[in-house]
DNA sequence: TATTTTACCTAACAGTGTTAGCAAAGGTAG
DNA sequence: CTACCTTTGCTAACACTGTTAGGTAAAATA
């Protein structure tokens, strides 16, 4: 009875293409121009079969920014396994922050740009955790190490990340000079005082 | 000939009226849920007089961001008065910031939450200089009574201006639990770090 | 009083997300 | 092979959205 297999699987190639033809509309006129009739005329489906796959536009959004989270996961996990040290570890994972919010522009968007996330999303994206302990372990390391060993980790994380959005975010809004580089500078300087801070 | 006069004022009025009634409307409902009728509604107007007044939504939303620029300056003014020295004019000024952000949360979020805003947008809220001088005045001080005179202040500025955005936006995504007070720890951390940086 | 200006509204256009209801095709059982 | 049922996908509609063209009635001017 494979007949029920075939047909599973021509729902998930649907569900699939939904997917493709909503990232190439976002990457081409921006996440805000996302229409579901374009989405129904790319993949050449009637609008109501879109429905059968995701309960709505938002759902749509919200698998395309857990897309993203797993992007950006899979650059800080390649950076990190790059070098030993926990600084040079967080120090690797803050260039490669950077490096994937300007090369994937459109995905920082969709992940951060649609207004300030409500917590229920937030809680939505179960690639949060990982994010979360993929950074949280070189800092514990760092603290376990370091002469203040009762520091909060999670706070450390929170002021990295912080950090991190807000240099992009900021830059991103930008002020038509090209700002990249002059940035990664300022980059340079906070990761320095965050992992110093740390140990003293 | 004070009937030009009278229909000038009454003119200005509706405008006013229209800005209320959009406020109003954001804080309710959010930015996200404001609509042209419903401030047609609102100000008992017909939906085309609003068009009379602004060229399109966005500029309306333009000016409330506008405005919260102001009140944001305002408070930014009122923290600095209150102290002397650089050091504490800045640390007072990202107290400011912070309290402005949480307190008006409706206004950052317009100011900051219509996505990644582009650079024509940007570059059309004078407000934004108003608010770079304000801050950039006591860090050229610092620097210059600093160890490291040829430090770039507006290289500062992005810092200080990244740092405080990325903190409250993170945090404003939130997780559910109240970590308002838990961040202010960090960014007492924070504004210590930039500090002393600059002077040593 | 006649004319022109202005203020304002109705109605429409083109688009949005979402859903109810139907027709046809596909698979199942007698 | 036929009758039935389920699934699949469609058309068409509802209730909105921003925006604008065109007309009407009131107000100001000559």
């Not at 129904?40 to 796959?53: L, N, R, T």
Request: net charge neutral; hydrophobic share 45%; aromatic share 10%.
């Amino acid at each position: 009875m494979g007949i029920a297999e075939r047909k599973k699987r021509h729902k998930e190639e649907v569900r699939a293409s939904i997917l493709e033809a909503a990232w190439h509309l976002v990457v081409q006129d921006g996440w805000q121009a996302l229409s579901i009739r374009k989405i129904a005329e790319a993949i050449e489906y009637s609008v109501p079969v879109i429905y059968d796959h995701f309960a709505n536009k938002e759902a749509i959004l919200l698998e395309l920014t857990k897309q993203g989270f797993q992007k950006l996961n899979q650059g800080l996990i390649k950076a990190k396994n790059k070098v030993e040290t926990p600084e040079a570890q967080i120090e690797a994972m803050a260039y490669a922050y950077w490096k994937f919010a300007f090369d994937n522009a459109a995905y920082y968007q969709v992940m951060y740009g649609l207004g300030i996330p409500s917590c229920e999303t937030v809680n939505q994206i179960s690639e949060l955790s990982t994010f979360s302990d993929l950074i949280l372990q070189p800092i514990k390391e760092l603290i376990a190490a370091g002469k203040h060993p009762d520091t909060d980790p999670f706070l450390k994380l929170h002021t990295f990340w912080s950090m991190l959005h807000g240099l992009i975010s900021i830059n991103m809004m930008g002020t038509g000079e090209n700002k990249r580089e002059l940035n990664q500078l300022v980059l340079q300087d906070f990761i320095r005082g965050f992992v110093s801070g740390m140990k003293a």
